[in-house]
């Protein structure tokens, strides 16, 4: 990504940013077009790898549904960048740390810069089962969404593999994409008496065999094979496998986490960390059973969360009392 093909217009006032995006994926980049529509001094520090990069394609964002990954992000960075209070740094971030107005970004060559509030939008990793042939087909027919990647394999065989109650609902819902669903139980616990009803009703099959391996050709998966020697013929596989926040600065500046991980934040995209917003898969409200993980749930997170840090430093800046009190620590996590 060079400064040539993004514009990109490096902005100091020697004060340091006003908001510091964490994070370039959709919600950050969301976040970043907002605060430049609205003048605000913004620095956007790239996450790396995207989590959709696999992907064959975006779905369920009206306007570009179908446009692969990359082309999204390009398009979203020039859109980003072209306003000239946002800037791009050059470095990946070290560390995170400070208070409302004098937050300290830390990068990997050194350098740092400050800013008054930090949006946080480093998403989540996956962490794949150990299933050999698994992750050369993830992102493309073995798939963790069924709303993001249901449609392009419904009809075919389908399984999905069961780690929690979730799964047992990916399930469910895959039944009316196709008529030939099979539930992995891959030597876990079987589902509850009244989810194999659930199940049944909907003419989902049961597996409980282990899981030997997966078999495609290409991107396309064919066959799963268990442990006893049998075999199932499959075109789409579905898991929805555990995840860790893939940067620690949520943690590290003491934010609320969810049981699962997730960082806490409110209405608004705030985190119980006075002037620390998070926004994207990386976040969400208690209310949420599960995070939002499609790229226009991250993007309105991002774009929401920006808002909502324009506005209060607005009145921070014109002295003043802020209408709605800032969410306490253990207030977020139900």
């Not at 087909?137 to 075919?156: K, S």
């Not at 990916?170 to 589902?191: D, F, I, M, W």
């Amino acid at each position: 990504m060079s400064d040539s093909e993004l514009a990109v217009q490096a902005r100091s006032d020697g004060e340091g940013f006003e908001v510091c995006a964490v994070g370039a994926g959709m919600a950050g980049l969301s976040a970043a077009l907002m605060l430049g529509r609205a003048g605000r001094a913004t620095l956007v520090c790239d996450g790396g790898t995207a989590r959709n990069a696999p992907a064959a394609a975006v779905h369920g964002v009206i306007g570009h549904d179908g446009t692969p990954p990359a082309r999204l992000g390009e398009l979203a960075r020039q859109q980003a960048f072209s306003y000239p209070s946002v800037t791009l740094a050059a470095s990946p971030v070290a560390s995170v740390t400070g208070k409302p107005d004098a937050f300290e970004i830390g990068f990997a060559d050194g350098r740092s810069h400050r800013a008054r509030r930090v949006l946080l939008a480093t998403g989540i990793a996956d962490e794949l089962p150990p299933i050999q042939g698994l992750e050369p087909l993830w992102g493309r027919t073995v798939v963790h969404c069924p709303y993001c990647h249901g449609w392009e394999l419904r009809g075919g065989p389908l399984a999905v593999l069961i780690l929690g109650r979730a799964d047992v609902f990916n399930a469910l819902k895959l039944a009316n994409l196709s008529g030939r669903v099979t539930a992995l139980l891959n030597g876990a616990p079987e589902p509850s008496a009244a989810e194999q009803h659930l199940l049944s009703a909907a003419g989902v099959t049961l597996r409980p065999e282990p899981v030997a391996r997966l078999v495609g050709d290409g991107d396309q998966l064919r066959e799963v094979r268990f442990t006893d020697g049998t075999a199932l013929e499959v075109t789409g596989l579905f898991v929805h496998p555990p995840a860790r926040q893939a940067a620690p600065f949520a943690a590290d500046l003491g934010c609320d986490l969810l049981q699962d991980g997730i960082v806490a934040v409110d209405d608004l995209g705030r985190t119980t960390v006075p002037g620390v917003y998070a926004a994207g898969d990386m976040a969400r409200r208690a209310a949420m059973p599960i995070p939002g993980q499609l790229v226009s749930v991250a993007a309105a997170a991002g774009t929401l969360a920006a808002m909502a840090a324009d506005q209060e430093l607005l009145v921070a800046d014109l002295g003043m009392p802020s209408p709605m009190p800032w969410p306490a620590s253990g207030s977020l996590t139900g």
